[in-house]
């Protein structure tokens, strides 16, 4: 049975990318276990900014030996890459994905999209590298909410540079 988890990079200051998108002050030049990770992953949930700023930073979809679902207000159907769903059909689509499924879903997204996840208590692992750089202002990890939940450290992880990995998970009972 997979399990939905949060892999993402933010800046010290809380930060996951400048106003306008850029992430030019993420450092790029070591892996930080994304690719023991990304093959841990059968299913890619994007946020629907997250999945057009793709297009604008590389010219080949990174996800194509993956499943996609992009989560949209606007957007229905399907395209080349992924397929579109709506906020309301998250929780019965990550059920289902998680039975189905030995390996995990990823999301992939901003604020907006892990806030979904968060309100419907939908991430069981949350996988957040920490850069040492501050950036001032920006597009936060999480916006503010009603919602509290208790996580246990499961793993820190120390990076020469200076770069933090660290894993929770849910607090069991």
Known sequence: MGKVVLFIAMSLDGYIARENGEIDWLWDD???????FYNTIDTVVLGRK???QIFKLTENFPYRQKDVYVV???QEGSDDYATFIQPEQIRPLMNLLKKDQNKNIWIVGGAQLIHHFIKRDLIDEFQIAIQPTLIGKGIPLFHENDVEAQLELHEAKPYA???LV???????G
């Open 161 to 163: 540079d200076g770069m």
């Open 30 to 36: 070591n892996d930080y276990g994304y690719e023991k």
């Open 72 to 74: 949209s207000n606007i």
């Open 50 to 52: 997250t999945y057009e």
């Open 166 to 172: 660290l894993t929770y998970r849910k607090r069991q």
